[in-house]
């Protein structure tokens, strides 16, 4: 069987001899080569943290922005190509927007969720078209079930909900110190957004390849309980702060006692 894509990516709509779809598999390796993108959920909201590499020193602080808003309690953010997210944020406002008009109130997040998750996977079944090279992390507040929920939709269209998640280059190693923070805090009712802003900071120079990687610009943002869940921007001194707290508190490695969380077992952060 091949093993290769030769011959058998041309099209989303065509499958391998072993039954892979390259063309999704192209897709989600462009989300694995971007910034690292992380999402927290915690006792008083959700914080997205998001790494945004600098390609040029000319280029202006807080331009080409990778969170963006959906509605008042709803926003998201993309790692991957950015002009692939940008059309994602668009169908997802769209949606929003349709809902509201129709129901007379926001939009309930496991619907935008899975209208987007079947927006994604519909351009993975047609021959003329080609998958979403991105991820989108968003969060939402359902107002029958007084909560806050994260979700990440994936380019094959799966979509699914969490505590805490990450994707781009760094995805795998930041799970993992998800994981570790989840456990030692004893869930979410242990950790706080101002908190989960400095962890998620830590992790992402933690993952990073400072010998590599280019200089980053860290971009977050947040729906406070106390601030009726709206979801914006972090304040940019908190970020400040956040961004030198990551920088002088890099995890050791792994098989370094003296890690974020000593001797814990791993645990799933899908809700």
Request: glycine residues 8%; contains cysteine.
């Amino acid at each position: 069987m091949s093993s290769t894509g030769a011959g058998y990516d041309y099209s989303c709509s065509q499958y391998s001899p072993d039954g892979r779809i390259f063309q999704v598999e192209y897709a989600i390796k462009a989300v694995e080569s971007s910034g690292t993108a992380i999402g927290l959920k915690c006792r008083d909201g959700i914080v997205l943290g998001v790494e945004k590499p600098q390609i040029s020193k000319m280029l202006m602080n807080n331009s080409n922005r990778r969170i963006f808003g959906i509605n008042n309690t709803t926003g998201g953010l993309i790692t991957g190509y950015p002009a692939d997210g940008r059309q994602l944020i668009n169908r997802a406002r769209e949606e929003a927007q349709s809902y509201e008009d129709t129901y007379g109130h926001s939009i309930i997040p496991s619907i935008l969720a899975n209208r987007l998750a079947l927006y994604t996977h519909y351009f993975t079944l047609h021959y003329s078209l080609r998958p979403f090279g991105t991820a989108l992390l968003f969060v939402g507040y359902d107002e029958d079930m007084k909560q806050s929920e994260l979700y990440m939709v994936e380019p094959n269209g799966m979509v699914r909900r969490y505590f805490g998640c990450a994707a781009g280059k760094g995805s795998q190693a930041a799970n993992t110190e998800l994981e570790k923070i989840y456990v030692k805090h004893g869930g979410i009712e242990g950790l706080t957004c101002k908190e989960a802003v400095k962890y998620i900071a830590q992790i992402m120079y933690t993952v990073r390849d400072s010998s590599n990687d280019k200089p980053f610009e860290l971009e977050m943002a947040w729906a406070l309980n106390e601030n009726n869940h709206k979801f914006q921007h972090v304040p940019k001194e908190l970020i400040d702060e956040a961004d030198e707290y990551g920088k002088n508190n890099i995890i050791p490695d792994n098989n370094n006692n003296n890690n974020i969380s000593e001797g814990v077992e791993e645990t799933k952060m899908e809700e």
